[in-house]
Antibody, heavy 122, light 106 residues
């Protein structure tokens, strides 16, 4: 059974960098699929942040691209998110998920982590 | 960017009702569309992918249809566990979600 678990600080100061890691169990990242990050501000809808392939190829939401870096460490079977220059608008539950590939760089999220709330506040 | 618009934003229904939610894309996306169910405090769950394919383990009362720019999610007979928020998501160009439709108890 594929399982994903997000980890990282729950509180980040404005202007600093948010860093999260998603550890995958039950499946080897190196075997394929894209792996993605999605966020959900409290009481609001879902926003795709970006996705990465095990080779390191990345796809980012154009609205966040200038601040986002997603990386993968196949030896640890995890992938990571960095979001720089955060503001209160970046306060959200952050989910990691596996992406069933539809077309290059895109697809459907078939396995999700439980999500982690990150609050941006001084 | 492709914008996804769902309607209605919320619907009140009773157990046993047939419920239909629509999703419109700002441009054609072929059949690259998924539907998710989200309950409070939980991660979304994939129900339908490729517009009409049922994800493994999802009850057959859920069905999806459409292609191009207009899509529909139908729950044929609403069950108590189906009260939740539903999102559509396009996978044609980058990824984007609709704003959600909340299915509430009438």
């Amino acid at each position: 059974q594929v399982q994903l678990q997000e980890s990282g600080p729950g509180l980040v100061k404005p202007s600093e960098t948010l860093s999260l890691t998603c550890t995958v169990s039950g499946y080897s990242i190196s075997s394929g699929y894209y792996w993605g990050w999605i966020r959900q501000p409290p009481g609001k809808g879902l926003e795709w942040i970006g996705s990465i392939y095990h080779s390191g190829s990345t796809y980012y939401n154009p609205s966040l691209k200038s601040r986002v870096t997603i990386s993968v460490d196949t030896s640890k079977n995890h992938f990571s998110l960095k979001l720089s220059s955060v503001t209160a608008a970046d306060t959200a539950v952050y989910y990691c998920a596996r992406v069933r590939i539809a077309v290059a760089g895109t697809g459907y999220f078939d396995y999700w982590g439980q999500g982690t709330l990150v609050t941006v506040s001084s | 960017d492709i914008q996804m618009t769902q309607s209605p934003s919320s619907v009140s229904a009773s157990v046993g009702d047939r419920v239909t939610i629509t999703c419109r894309a700002s441009q054609g996306i072929s059949s690259w569309l998924a539907w998710y169910q989200q309950k409070p405090g939980k991660a979304p769950k994939l129900l339908i992918y490729a517009a009409s394919s049922l994800q493994s383990g999802v009850p057959s009362r859920f069905s999806g249809s459409g292609s191009g720019a207009d899509f529909t999610l139908t729950i044929s007979s609403l069950q108590p566990e189906d009260f939740a928020t539903y999102y559509c998501q396009q996978a044609n160009s980058f990824l984007s979600f609709g704003q959600g439709t909340k299915v509430e108890i009438k």
